[in-house]
Nanobody
């Protein structure tokens, strides 16, 4: 079992930045991939970025490529998402996720078994 707790959300103006954190506990040494997803009101949850915990290899959704950066601190057992050049369309609840298995798709929520409660990001124009 892995427990995940997100923090760092907030309200910013367009063009601003935020850094989200996800603190992991439990059997963290067993995780293979960690990721960030987001869900805007009335929309389906979508993948934002993922990282393979053993190699640090990353993958980003096209909508955030070049603006968001996923990273990890294995000593602190914390996952980060740096959000730069924020746009109003980035407004959503952001969720941290983890899996001990292998991915069937590039970045789909069905591959991830462990989820945090989410942290809200609101971007005003």
């Amino acid at each position: 079992q892995v427990q995940l707790v997100e923090s760092g959300g907030g309200s910013v103006q367009a063009g601003g930045s935020l850094r989200l954190s996800c603190s992991a506990s439990g059997y963290t040494s067993g995780t293979n991939y960690m990721a960030w997803f987001r869900q805007a009101p009335g929309k389906e949850r979508e993948g934002v970025a993922r990282i393979r915990t053993s190699t640090g290899a990353t993958y980003y959704a096209d909508s955030v490529k070049g603006r968001f950066t996923i990273s990890q601190d294995n000593v602190k057992k914390t996952l980060y998402l740096q959000l730069n050049s924020l746009k109003p369309e980035d407004t959503a609840m952001y969720y941290c996720a983890a899996t001990m298995g292998w991915l069937r798709w590039e970045l789909q929520e069905g591959d991830f078994a462990y989820w945090g409660q989410g942290t809200q990001v609101t971007v005003s124009s």
